[in-house]
């Protein structure tokens, strides 16, 4: 990840999380973290002051999905009809999630997304911040540019060359990039093992459910 850039980007017109943990995911300038226990405590917001949960962020002119080829995108703002931003009811209501019977009390709650197999395609619902984190489940689910589960490291570099690993290296490491279009709010959260990409999640910049 980036020298010096951290994720403390004040906003004040969308849901931001805290990032927590004991190693924060940093993210360079430009362009982004996966799932913890069903239940995870957050530590204490950062500088970032977040609305409450149940508004969206604006789907403005970013493209969210893309059935051409038989490809989704994730991303930069949600996947498909479930953003980043909503609330319980507003996810449910998508369709798109494996519906939670609850909202926590605080911290996050761990769910998946509908079509996703066991064990993959995790989201998080954020007391604080609605859904914060959406996990790609397979290949055929791309970032607009064309990142998905299965890149190689040097393709993934081309296309993000601001990503930088916040442990590991540049074959086998994990690390962040602002989401291209969406207004350095949102990152993906990049894994890269043995020189190809492994994870690849969409998250809010500060989200307060894992490290």
């Not at 980043?84 to 019977?101: C, E, H, I, S, W």
């Amino acid at each position: 990840m980036p020298k010096a850039l951290t994720l403390t980007t004040t906003v004040s017109t969308v849901l931001l999380l805290a990032a927590c943990g004991p190693k924060p995911v940093q993210v360079h300038s430009g362009d982004a973290a996966p799932a913890g226990s069903p239940e995870v405590t957050a530590s204490a917001p950062t500088t970032v002051t977040p609305t409450s949960p149940g508004t969206a962020l604006s789907p403005s002119t970013a493209t969210t999905t893309n059935t051409a080829g038989g490809s989704l995108v994730l991303g930069p703002l949600g996947f498909g009809s479930l953003k980043l931003g909503m609330n319980r009811q507003q996810a449910n209501a998508t369709g798109m999630v494996v519906p939670f019977d609850s909202t926590p009390a605080s911290g996050c709650k761990l769910g998946n997304l509908r079509d996703a197999p066991s064990g993959k395609g995790y989201v998080h619902l954020s007391a604080a911040r609605g859904i914060a984190t959406i996990d790609a489940y397979n290949s055929s689910i791309k970032t607009p540019e064309g990142v998905h589960v299965g890149t190689s490291a040097a393709d993934m570099h081309r296309i993000y060359p601001e990503w930088e690993p916040t442990d590991g290296d540049q074959n086998n490491g994990r690390g962040g990039v602002f989401a291209p279009g969406g207004d350095h709010k949102t990152v993906y959260r990049i894994f890269l093992r043995n020189g190809v990409v492994t994870e690849l999640t969409l998250q809010l910049q500060n989200q307060d459910c894992y490290e």
